[in-house]
């Protein structure tokens, strides 16, 4: 049996389906020739206006100096920004940091 190696353009997929259908505004961010060095991958505000950001990375990917800048500046600053290989890494992290969504039940199914 394989398994199926996945690309950080799929996980950012599931992450931005699955954070969208818990009501969280959200948007994959592209980097550009004049955009900040660092800018995580998804960002966004969760209920109650907090900052989200998220540097989507695969299973053995590495941060670069930049990211790792920008999630401590985000974080510094009352937001809440951490890396996520997986799903299940999202919604571990936004219930450590205890997000309500407006609709309830965050944490109970995953939908794909």
Sequence with gaps: MTTKIMRETDITKIILR???SMGVFCWKHWQG??????????LGCLP????LAIEVKTENGKLTEYQHRFIDD???AGGLAFVARTVEDVI????????????????DAHRF
Excluded: C, M, T, Y
């Excluded at 020739?33 to 998804?42: H, L, P, S, T, Y």
């Excluded at 109650?48 to 900052?51: L, V």
């Design 18 to 20: 699955e954070l969208r």
């Design 33 to 42: 020739g004049f955009a900040k060095k660092g800018i995580a991958d998804i």
């Design 48 to 51: 109650r206006g907090r900052f």
């Design 74 to 76: 985000i974080n510094r």
């Design 92 to 107: 571990q992290e936004l219930s450590k940091a205890q997000v309500e969504p407006p609709q309830g039940k965050l944490f």
